[in-house]
């Protein structure tokens, strides 16, 4: 047998993993291991400014491709407490990340020794496990049951906590004849999918929505293969977004009360009959639940038994990945189709097609300061079908969800449930790591882009190239529009008039200046005519330089992005002038049709 630190013995795992790529910052208690992960080579690994940031590189490694699992390090205390936010996202849109911390030495942990925090218990309500090793001998099992976990039933995070001697201590461990733990999927039976799709049947106007479940199960083309055999309109999620492209024929929008179209929401209030497969209800897609539910049957289809019946109680349930599912959806209506028995939905489909093509929202707008939305019609014409988009929260999310386009899975890379601001910057240079020849485009407003600017450095370092537009109204958009409802404007203004950058006006930081001073490169832009080249200009200063380049946009102080203020789709509130003409929305799916 082979003997081996502990230490060594969990890099060598990771490596059998699957695991390439590892964000981390080093200290005192995890320095073992980084020794070990040093000495066992084929590991790359990233160092990142702030332990959070490497939580987030290690999210938005593992969402660019199926199967990737992103590994984030620190040392003990205060590096595990700011992976918190982390996990929380992670668990929240059912990412698997592996957070990896050291810790005091076993004999003092409850001795209030230099930053020795419970990090296990802190961790727990947040992971699908977190564990404090005390026991040398047990680490390849923690390993092996972590990694498990991870990729079993609904897919999440973990995290292993490290005692510094447990590291270091020498234990038999065997490299070359370790495998894998199996993975444990629920599966559909084929009598509850002969169910579901006999209730599909029986309607006259149904859809399938489809959320990040099916993304997460690699099952796109599964999903698009029976929209299409059945001829049901699907509405993507926002976690969803891109399993079928924006423009395919039964693409019917998104649905919602922020991030959703006009379209979206006017086929799906029409509806009788509603598939959900991998999506979780989320408050924001569904809204009051009264007006969502009334009229229409729903079939649920989850990964997570307790998720059926959470939000509210459908009509059926079926515990299954979807991808399992969808290979037996698939069969199924393959064999309807041969034998005649499926309703022809051609003329339903057609009508939220022709939705799609006539209730448009503005984009082209030429004024100064500028508009978002011409913003996002810029974005339209500068990044084709293979960018992958990153974003998280706010006015700018919002407002890029309903204007921007994507066609395949895994190219709107989002935070979902927790939103974090500051969650930008690194999970888009995780995304850019993760696929290192992809045009990648992060998306924030200028709040979000602040909390972590400091991973700016980390793609400036190792040479990490994206592109980050960013929209600057010096406020806190979202929180401002919210207020509204409070008759409020307040303590949301991040305006200032900046002694070393006067021509900025009242608009505060100089983005351009801390950019650059982190080692990437940044453009202003003032007038909307001009976005379209900066867009393209930095693109090229990304691939010649191999670092993060900041388009920054101002705009006008104050916008209010269409969104309901009820909580209710049907009663979504449109706060600028909409399409009413092609020249209004010039990149919009379908030609505006008057």
Not at 144 to 156: D, E, I, N, T, V
Not at 395 to 415: D, E
Request: proline share 6%; charged share 20%.
């Amino acid at each position: 047998m082979a003997r081996m630190t502990a230490a060594r013995a969990a890099v060598e795992i990771l490596k059998r993993e699957g695991v390439t790529n590892a964000f981390g910052v080093p200290g005192a208690a995890i320095n073992p291991f980084y020794a070990a992960l040093k000495a066992s080579g084929g590991i790359d690994h990233t160092l990142a400014r702030h332990v959070e940031g490497a939580s987030h590189m290690a999210e938005g490694y593992t969402r660019t491709h199926a199967g990737n699992i992103g590994v984030c390090i620190g040392t003990s205390g205060p590096a595990g407490t700011d992976m918190i936010t982390g996990l929380y996202s992670a668990i929240g849109d059912s990412i698997p990340i592996l957070c990896i911390t050291g810790q005091a030495p076993t004999a003092v942990i409850h001795k209030e020794d230099f930053q020795a925090v419970d990090i296990a218990s802190i961790a727990k309500p947040v992971a699908k496990m977190a564990v404090t090793v005390l026991e040398a001998a047990q680490v390849p099992g923690v390993f092996q049951q972590a990694f498990h976990l991870m990729r079993s039933a609904r897919p999440g995070p973990v995290l292993i906590d490290l005692p510094i001697d447990v590291q270091l201590t020498e234990i038999e461990f065997d490299p070359e004849t370790y495998e894998p733990l199996p993975v444990y999927k629920p599966a559909a039976s084929r009598a509850q999918i002969e169910k579901a799709i006999g209730l599909l049947n029986e309607s006259e106007r149904p859809l399938i929505v489809a959320g990040g479940g099916v993304i997460n199960a690699d099952a796109a083309e599964l999903l698009v293969e029976f929209a299409e055999l059945t001829g049901t309109p699907v509405v993507p999620t926002l976690m969803g977004w891109g399993v079928l492209p924006d423009d395919h024929e039964l693409n019917a929008g998104m649905v919602g009360l922020q991030t959703s179209h006009r379209y979206g929401n006017a086929t799906f209030l029409e509806s009788d009959f509603v598939l959900g497969i991998g999506n979780r209800w989320a408050n924001r897609h569904t809204g009051k639940l009264d007006v969502y539910t009334a009229g229409r049957t729903f079939v649920h289809v989850d990964v997570e038994p307790t998720q059926i019946g959470r939000i509210f109680a459908p009509d059926y349930g079926i515990a299954s990945d979807a991808k399992a599912a969808l290979e037996l959806f698939v069969e199924v209506a393959r064999e309807l189709k041969a034998a005649g028995r499926l309703p022809d939905r051609s003329a339903w489909a057609a009508s939220a097609q022709e939705k799609k093509a006539t209730l448009q929202r503005r984009t082209h707008f030429d004024d100064i300061p500028i508009k978002p939305q011409r913003v996002y019609e810029e974005m339209n014409k500068a990044f084709g079908p293979e960018t992958r988009y990153v974003s998280t929260i706010g006015l700018s999310q919002i407002a890029g969800a309903q204007m921007l386009h994507v066609f395949k899975p895994r190219h709107w890379i989002n935070c979902g449930q927790a939103g974090p601001l500051g969650w930008t910057i690194p999970a888009a240079l995780g995304v850019a790591k993760a696929d290192p020849e992809a045009q990648v485009v992060a998306l924030s407003g200028d709040y979000d882009f602040q909390f972590m600017i400091e991973e700016l450095a980390v793609g400036a370092q190792h040479r990490i190239p994206y592109v980050h537009v960013l929209v600057n109204n010096s406020y806190l958009g979202l929180i401002r529009q919210a207020q509204r409802a409070f008759d409020i404007d307040f303590q949301v203004k991040l305006e200032f008039e900046n002694i070393n950058s006067p021509e900025l006006g009242v608009y505060g930081v100089d983005h351009v200046k801390v950019a650059e001073g982190l080692g990437c490169k940044a453009i202003r832009v003032t007038d909307p005519n001009e976005l379209g080249a900066a867009l393209e200009q930095a693109k090229k200063l990304a691939a010649e330089f191999q670092v993060p380049v900041v388009v920054e946009a101002i705009l006008e102080r104050v916008t209010n992005i269409a969104m309901s203020t009820t909580n209710d789709i049907s009663n979504v509130m449109e706060f600028e002038e909409l399409a009413t003409e092609p020249g209004h929305a010039p990149t919009s799916i379908r030609t505006l049709k008057v």
